[in-house]
């Protein structure tokens, strides 16, 4: 089963709309961490944001904010007055802190949001 | 810039062939994991070294090995390579074992003729 699902594959806006990209995830954990990374077109995956299971407070930084709920396993993300430099792909991931063996310290990557800005 | 370096950038190579392909994690940081994209699997987890010793496996295939060495970087060795294995590669650090953020390097683009 998938522990972390990005149900929507692509999004189009256009330039200075607002768009919500959605990360539903999955664990037994109670400690665990969500995070945001951005793949633009050039391929490196940059860090966005950290969050761990115990603080639900929302998070802005500048354009961007983080909605995390646990009652809903969704970790949402909001780019507010979108722009063309945003364009890349995003990716939620999950990291648990339960020792499974071998898997401990690994990243559950969802799928991926292809998100498109037009001007 | 993440910090992590990684070579080569691109690799273009034969079926039967092996490869490899070097990490260098941000200064300080302990922990290097590999990951393998593809457009069908999506980001899956290789494989984790900390502090020189491997700390974690994921759905890494028996032709593909690790290593981190005293100086902390980490060498990923892909042998009898098939055209599946075609993917990009990246290479991402951390300064903690568990939960610490990764940084990604700028990834590796295997392509497997």
């Known amino acids: 089963a998938q522990k972390v699902t990005q149900a929507q594959t692509e999004i189009s806006v256009v330039e200075k709309e607002d768009v919500t990209l959605d990360c539903v995830y999955e664990?037994?954990?109670?400690?665990?961490?969500l995070f945001w990374y951005k793949q633009p077109p050039s391929g490196e995956l940059v860090f966005l944001i950290r969050?761990?299971?115990?603080?639900?407070q929302n998070e802005i930084s500048g354009r961007y904010s983080w909605n995390f709920q646990k009652s809903t396993s969704s970790f949402n993300f909001t780019i507010t007055a979108s722009q063309v430099v945003d364009s890349a792909v995003y990716f939620c991931?999950?990291?648990?802190?339960?020792?499974?063996?071998?898997?401990?310290?690994?990243?559950?990557f969802g799928r991926g949001t292809q998100l498109t800005v037009w001007p | 810039d993440s910090g992590v370096t990684q070579t080569p950038k691109h690799l273009i190579t034969a079926t039967g062939q092996r490869v490899t392909l070097r990490c260098s994690p941000r200064?300080?940081?302990?922990?290097v994991y590999w990951y393998q994209q593809s457009l069908d699997q999506g980001l899956q987890f290789l494989i984790q070294?900390?502090?020189?010793?491997?700390?974690a496996k994921g759905n890494i295939l028996e032709r593909f090995s690790a290593q981190q060495f005293p100086d902390l970087h980490s060498e990923l060795n892909l042998s009898s390579l098939e055209l599946g294995d075609s993917a990009l590669y990246f290479c991402a650090s951390s300064a903690a074992d568990v939960l610490g953020t990764q940084y990604f390097g700028p990834g590796t683009r295997l392509l497997v003729l």
């Open positions: 991931a999950l990291s648990e802190e339960t020792d499974r063996g071998s898997t401990l310290g690994r990243l559950y």
């Open positions: 200064s300080g940081d302990l922990s």
């Open positions: 664990t037994r954990d109670t400690t665990y961490y």
């Open positions: 969050r761990n299971s115990f603080d639900e």
């Open positions: 070294y900390y502090n020189g010793e491997e700390r």
